[in-house]
């Protein structure tokens, strides 16, 4: 069995620091392989100028065939685990619950195990005749001229990813959970849509509601029909 692990570029030696022996499991039993666990030390606010973490001590490993992953060199304290499965409907805990967390102590190896619920893709497709939405993926910190998410819940939301963009259009994509409600949520104040039966959406903040089902994705599309109107 191989583990894969990278450094966190901090120079410790070993007797410093310490590892996590880890596994990656579905809920119903089987091992997650080629999970991506992306590790980061948790600092008290006290010594961090009131940031909860420290960029210095991150990074990300992955699975085994086994879902075997190992954390090497790290030095001690607590630190937050978050995955993801490439291409798979896994639920990061960071995204719907909260962070795995586990103790690193100098000298010793810590065992985790992290357990993974698979929910459902919510796919959204938006047609652009007219190019009027940028003709590249949304950068991280670039002005959205389109933003697409789902609420649920007593108001929280969650943004989907803007994972394609074709001649024809723009592709969006979130995983959510499996057996539960929520509302589309669309925002533009650049451009007019229409859905599927070519009726308008109000792009000001539309609630479009919807529930999903375990092993069905849950797919929308619309149209970019022109300019917005006028301001929102």
């Not at 499991?25 to 606010?45: E, H, I, T």
């Not at 937050?80 to 103790?103: G, M």
């Amino acid at each position: 069995m191989m583990l894969l692990a990278v450094s966190s570029g901090v120079a410790q030696t070993t007797a410093a620091t310490g590892s996590v022996q880890g596994s990656v499991m579905d809920s119903n039993g089987p091992p997650v392989a080629d999970a991506q666990v992306s590790y980061q030390l948790l600092v008290p606010p006290a010594l961090s100028g009131g940031r909860s973490s420290s960029p210095g001590v991150a990074g990300t490993v992955t699975s085994d065939a086994s879902g075997a992953f190992l954390l090497s060199g790290l030095p001690a304290g607590n630190y937050s685990l978050c995955v993801t499965v490439p291409a798979s409907a896994y639920l990061d805990p960071c995204v719907w619950h909260y962070p795995v967390q586990t103790q690193v102590t100098a000298g010793t190896a810590a065992t985790r195990t992290i357990v993974l619920t698979k929910g459902v893709f919510l796919k959204v497709r938006v047609d652009d005749p007219g190019g009027l939405l940028p003709q590249a993926v949304d950068g991280i910190w670039a002005r959205r001229k389109l933003v697409v998410g789902v609420k649920y819940g007593n108001g929280a939301y969650q943004g989907a990813d803007n994972t394609g963009v074709d001649g024809g259009g723009r592709d969006y994509q979130l995983i959510v959970p499996a057996g539960a409600p929520f509302k589309l949520w669309l925002y533009s104040t650049d451009v007019a849509l229409n859905d599927s039966s070519g009726a308008a959406v109000d792009t000001s903040g539309s609630l479009i509601p919807f529930q999903t089902t375990s092993g069905q994705d849950q797919m929308f599309t619309f149209t970019v029909s022109g300019p917005a109107s006028g301001p929102h």
